[in-house]
Each structure stands twice: as C-alpha cells, then as structure tokens.
C-alpha cells in the first residue's frame, strides 16, 4: 500500500491550487480518504475526507474553499483549495482510513510522505 501526493508550490495569496493523492497497492475508492496539513510550529490538522460512497466532510478552516474529488480512473483523491491565505501554507498529506466510511472512530493507517504548499502574501 502506497500513498503519494504531488501538486504542491508556491502559491499567491487569493489563487488556487489542485493536490493529488495517488494510490497503489488498493482501489482507492473502496476506502475513505483523508487530507491533513501541518503548518510551520503547528501540530498536523485534519483538513477532510472522502468517502467510498463520495460524501465529503471539511474542516471549518477550508469548508467552502475546498472541494475533494475522487478520479477513480487513476486511483486518485484531488484536493482543489481556492482563495489560498498565508495560514494554508502546510505541508499536505493524504491518507487510508481502515474503513469505507470518513464518520467512524477508526485509524488512519496508511500515510503519504506529503506535499509541500507556500502562500505568499
């Protein structure tokens, strides 16, 4: 089982940007998907999920900027932020919860090594 993100940079303050979460080793969409962020002196923050039935949940930081999507196709979740502010400067990663569903107290047990996002003022 393999997570890797890509689409990270350096992003002005008000644009957008689109991360990739591809998959290997499983069918992606069988699980629910997670993205989390860790800012610079801060502890890693959920930033939302996708389920195996494509229902979405976000954290109030993001929740109508955000939009995650699955590509079943490619084995891939997208993260899509719009508006980008100086405290979304993070490093992303995606993650594998052990189970279908993003509203269960169950782990997530595979982890992605993440993507580096700059927003500049």
Request: proline fraction near 2%.
């Amino acid at each position: 089982v393999q997570l890797v993100e890509s689409g990270g940079g350096l992003v002005q303050a008000g644009g957008s940007l689109r991360l990739s979460c591809v998959g290997s080793g499983f069918t992606l969409a069988d699980y629910a998907i997670g993205w989390f962020r860790q800012g610079p002196g801060k502890p890693r923050g959920w930033v939302g999920c996708i389920s195996s039935t494509d229902s979405t949940y976000y954290a109030d930081s993001v929740r109508g900027r955000a939009t995650i999507t699955v590509i079943n196709a490619k084995n891939t979740v997208n993260l899509e932020i719009h508006s980008l502010k100086p405290e979304d400067t993070a490093v992303y990663s995606c993650a594998r919860k052990g189970t279908h569903v993003c509203r269960a107290f169950v782990e997530y047990g595979f982890w992605g090594q993440g993507t580096q996002v700059t927003v500049s003022s």
